[in-house]
């Protein structure tokens, strides 16, 4: 059974940092892809960012370029988002995903095969 499992989701005052992890169990995910998303109530889930089985490929949203950076450890089957000068429109469930492709064929979700439960995040201003 797949399991992802985040954790370092919280509270943080704006300008702080925040370091997401999620780890995978359940298969072996060689060439896969990691990703996180986010959604706020009401709205679409949408990709954050994106990292490939090598880390040589990554993407980002516009929203959080220069100020997150993904990126994983294929021994632990972990991924991270490093989340730094949070702004209050980061504050979203943040979910990490898995697309058993070399490199999804699009950013929307639905091109992910698994899913974590999702960390809250919440910034103050």
């Known amino acids: 059974q797949v399991q992802l499992v985040e954790s370092g989701g919280g509270l943080v005052q704006a300008g702080g940092s925040l370091r997401l992890s999620c780890v995978a169990s359940g298969r072996t995910f060689n060439r896969s892809t990691m990703g996180w998303f986010r959604q706020a109530p009401g709205k679409e889930r949408e990709l954050v960012s994106a990292i490939s089985w090598s880390s040589m490929t990554t993407n980002y949203a516009d929203s959080v370029k220069g100020r997150f950076t993904i990126s994983r450890d294929n021994y632990k089957n972990t991924e991270y988002l490093q989340m730094k000068s949070l702004e209050t429109e980061d504050k979203d469930v943040y979910y990490c995903?898995?697309?058993?492709?070399?490199?999804?064929?699009?950013?929307?979700?639905?091109?992910?095969?698994?899913w974590g439960q999702g960390t809250q995040v919440t910034v103050s201003s």
């Open positions: 995903a898995v697309d058993l492709s070399t490199w999804p064929k699009s950013t929307n979700k639905d091109a992910y095969d698994y």
